[in-house]
């Protein structure tokens, strides 16, 4: 083999390796807000991953918090539930490769929920469009609405001192789902709400005249996923951690 093809080959495979770790010495700038997300994003390409994107209530009574009964699932969870996609999003889906999560019932109460499925090439791009705000729901107040007023818990005059305070964003990570038996990734954006005295009082009367539908759960109650109600173990959900 002539040393100018040798020279030329080398030329060839150092250009190959530069522009890769351009790429993703730039990827990493670009995606270092979420930086442990897109690393193992980008380890699964292809890969379809499970996406939820949610809200959570911390409300808390006399160092407890307030469980309410699942629709979907049997257990006790935190007040909240998965954003929603607005009409306009089916650009964002389009140009994302994006499908609907078939792993629950669609329904026309979950239509529309940022609960999806993305290829690991196009998540962090996801959770980017999804801080700009835009084409999704952005208030908190459906769910509170639904499951606090409409179930009589609250007045609805508690809707006009309604003011929830964000507290975090917690991101579960990409990780294998057994319950699910795939790749997934998890967001809940929690917030405080502060409540007055008469509503506290008519949350401690609901539940506990309605334990069946709604609960006020001790730290060692969640962290446990499992609270004893009449000499019985209810299951509290794996997500209620995250408003502790």
């Not at 150092?14 to 351009?22: E, K, Q, R, T, Y």
């Not at 964000?166 to 319950?179: E, G, Q």
């Amino acid at each position: 083999m002539s040393s100018n093809l040798i020279a030329f080959l080398l030329s060839v495979v150092a250009g190959l390796i530069s522009g890769w770790l351009f790429w993703i010495f730039r990827y990493i700038l670009e995606n270092r807000k979420h930086l442990s997300v897109a690393v193992r994003a980008m380890l699964l390409w292809k890969t379809e991953i499970r996406v939820s994107i949610s809200y959570l209530f911390q409300i808390k009574i006399n160092g407890k918090y307030l469980l309410v009964k699942g629709n979907r699932i049997d257990q006790y969870q935190p007040v909240g539930g998965v954003f929603k996609m607005l009409p306009s999003f089916k650009d964002i889906k389009r140009n994302y490769e994006i499908t609907d999560d078939d792993h629950l019932p669609i329904d026309e109460t979950s239509k529309d929920d940022l609960r999806i499925r993305v290829q690991g090439k196009n998540l962090v791009k996801l959770f980017n469009w999804f801080y700009t705000r835009k084409n999704r729901e952005v208030g908190v107040h459906r769910e509170f609405y639904e499951e606090m007023i409409m179930t009589e818990i609250l007045e609805v005059n508690s809707l006009r001192s309604f003011t929830p305070e964000y507290c975090k964003t917690v991101n579960t990570n990409i990780h294998f789902s057994k319950h699910f038996k795939c790749k997934e990734v998890l967001f809940y954006e929690i917030y405080d709400l502060e409540l007055t005295n008469q509503e506290e009082e008519r949350i401690v009367k609901y539940c506990e005249s309605n334990p069946e539908k709604a609960i006020l759960a001790t730290q060692d109650d969640i962290s446990k996923e499992c609270i004893d109600l009449n000499g019985s173990s209810k299951k509290t959900g794996e997500h209620a951690k995250h408003i502790l």
